[in-house]
């Protein structure tokens, strides 16, 4: 079955501390991999993507994640965390098929940083 | 703005009482889907539709109905609510059902149906 994996409910990191958050995706053919953020009463923004390319990719607010085919991950990253980046974030796959594409959501990792 | 609006933000019904979730988005998007999110569960997709006049069951659409008769618009519809739907919904749209277009989301209804 596909799916999309996040191991961690919640993750709890200092201040100026890098930052990782854990994702796996079990998919059948080539997937594309995104990383949305939700801030509390609001909906989700996109953070950014892995389509092709670049094992490393970069996207707002500092944020990067690494792609790894033969692990099958795309962990997200942040070198120095802050406190404005406590919130729920949700890593995602696009599958596409002959006719109809789909996206599978993780269940989130809620991330917070302490001051 | 580019944006997809809902309507309402929060609503409390009672069990039967039909109700639409209204959605509309202002970037002449091909793609329109809705999800509920329900702690520990993330995201499910509910229905989606690729283009107008064209929609598709996703992975929970049991008690949803949905309608896209003009390219803006892709109302969810509740005709008998349950206690069951009670949740947090989403609904997103993004350029076209192909590549690797980023979705678009609305700022969130949230439901109870008592």
Redesign the interface.
Same mark, same amino acid.
């Given at each position: 079955a596909q799916s999309v994996a #996040?191991p961690e409910?919640q993750v709890n990191v200092a201040e100026g501390n890098p930052l990782t958050v854990k994702c796996t995706y079990s998919v059948s053919g080539n997937p594309?991999l995104?990383w949305?953020v939700q801030y509390p009463?609001? /909906? @989700? #923004?996109?953070l950014l $993507?892995y *389509?092709t390319g670049d094992n490393l990719v970069k996207g707002s607010y500092g944020f990067e994640a690494e792609f790894n085919k033969s692990q099958t991950s795309f962990h997200l990253k942040k070198p120095s965390a802050l406190v404005s980046d406590s919130a729920l974030y949700?890593c995602a796959v696009?599958v @596409?098929y002959s006719s109809? +594409? $789909? *996206?599978i959501? /993780? +269940? /989130?990792t809620r991330l917070s940083i302490r001051p | 703005e580019a944006q997809v609006t809902q309507n309402p933000r929060y609503l409390i019904t009672v069990t039967g009482k039909k109700l639409t979730v209204t959605c509309s988005q202002n970037m002449n998007h091909e793609y329109m889907s809705w999800y509920r999110q329900d702690p520990g569960l993330g995201l499910r997709q509910i229905y989606y539709s690729m283009n107008v006049e064209v929609t598709d069951k996703g992975d929970v659409p049991e008690g949803y109905k949905v309608s896209r008769k003009e390219k803006r618009n892709f109302p969810l519809i509740l005709e008998s609510p349950s206690p069951n739907q009670t949740s947090l919904y989403f609904c997103a749209s993004s350029l076209s059902f192909s590549g690797a277009n980023v979705l678009t989301f609305g700022a969130g209804s949230r439901l109870t149906v008592l």
């Amino acid at each position: 079955a596909q799916s999309v994996a #996040q191991p961690e409910d919640q993750v709890n990191v200092a201040e100026g501390n890098p930052l990782t958050v854990k994702c796996t995706y079990s998919v059948s053919g080539n997937p594309y991999l995104f990383w949305y953020v939700q801030y509390p009463n609001r /909906g @989700l #923004q996109f953070l950014l $993507k892995y *389509i092709t390319g670049d094992n490393l990719v970069k996207g707002s607010y500092g944020f990067e994640a690494e792609f790894n085919k033969s692990q099958t991950s795309f962990h997200l990253k942040k070198p120095s965390a802050l406190v404005s980046d406590s919130a729920l974030y949700f890593c995602a796959v696009r599958v @596409l098929y002959s006719s109809a +594409s $789909k *996206i599978i959501f /993780g +269940s /989130g990792t809620r991330l917070s940083i302490r001051p | 703005e580019a944006q997809v609006t809902q309507n309402p933000r929060y609503l409390i019904t009672v069990t039967g009482k039909k109700l639409t979730v209204t959605c509309s988005q202002n970037m002449n998007h091909e793609y329109m889907s809705w999800y509920r999110q329900d702690p520990g569960l993330g995201l499910r997709q509910i229905y989606y539709s690729m283009n107008v006049e064209v929609t598709d069951k996703g992975d929970v659409p049991e008690g949803y109905k949905v309608s896209r008769k003009e390219k803006r618009n892709f109302p969810l519809i509740l005709e008998s609510p349950s206690p069951n739907q009670t949740s947090l919904y989403f609904c997103a749209s993004s350029l076209s059902f192909s590549g690797a277009n980023v979705l678009t989301f609305g700022a969130g209804s949230r439901l109870t149906v008592l």
